[in-house]
């Protein structure tokens, strides 16, 4: 079965390395930034302008950053004609929200830890916004089309899931003490790029791979 593999099937696995990288500089760039606490602060303050760690975290989300953009991309060629208008329109904005993601937070990185209020900043707070919305309607697009059709029941759970872990980091930011902050927020920029990790991975395996599992059950 691998060698039926073609080279868009191969490189669907980019969004699994970007998710790697993403956690791993998660996980690794405080270690660049002292006194930094993961449980209190956001993942974004390890790469504000100020940031001790900016510069380890940019080399360790390069990696993420291009995989990623490229997965979705690819992901919006892989599904062209196929799956229906709903599912397709879902991984659509999708790809979008990553674009977005990418180039509005390379553009305006917070320019210290917490929020100043600067142009830059509220920037920042901006592309935040329009990510979030993206996430949110590309999530429940990709999940009406998929419980729609028992063929593609399976990315709909995926993506019910990925949303759950969402509105759990959204919703419990303004539940728990703010020194829980960090630990919340991660269940939402987690979400999002597992959920691009997935959509490789059926790349990878591939549309009709997916359709004649749900079949045989």
């Known amino acids: ?7 868009i099937n191969w490189l669907g696995l980019l969004g699994v390395v970007s998710f790697a990288f993403y956690v791993l500089a998660v996980v690794m760039s405080p270690i660049a930034y002292p006194g930094y606490n993961w449980m209190s602060q956001a993942v974004s303050d390890l790469s504000a302008a100020d940031a001790p760690s900016k510069e380890l975290w940019n080399q360790l989300t390069s990696p993420y950053g291009v995989c990623g953009i490229v997965c979705v991309t690819l992901a ?3 599904v062209e004609k196929r799956l229906s208008k709903t599912l397709r329109f879902g991984v659509y904005l999708f790809a979008l929200m990553n674009w977005v993601s990418y180039l509005g937070y ?3 990185p917070l320019t210290t830890s917490g929020y ?3 142009f830059q ?7 935040t916004g ?5 996430s949110i309607v590309s999530l429940i697009l990709i999940m009406v089309g998929g419980y729609k059709n028992k063929k593609y029941r399976s990315i709909a759970i995926f993506a019910t899931i990925s949303l759950a872990l969402m509105f759990v980091g959204s919703i419990g930011i303004g539940l728990v003490p703010s020194e829980y902050f960090g630990v919340l927020e991660r269940f939402s920029v987690f979400s999002a790029t597992g959920f691009n990790a997935v959509l490789g991975c059926y790349i990878f395996a591939g549309i009709e791979w997916m359709e004649q ?3 045989k059950k």
Do not use: E, N, Y
């Open 121 to 127: 900043d509220i920037m920042h707070a901006v592309v």
């Open 213 to 215: 599992k749900q079949i």
């Open 116 to 118: 100043a209020g600067t």
């Open 106 to 108: 390379s553009l305006f």
């Open 1 to 7: 079965m691998l060698k039926s593999r073609k080279l």
């Open 76 to 78: 919006c060629i892989f």
């Open 130 to 134: 329009a990510v979030v919305l993206l």
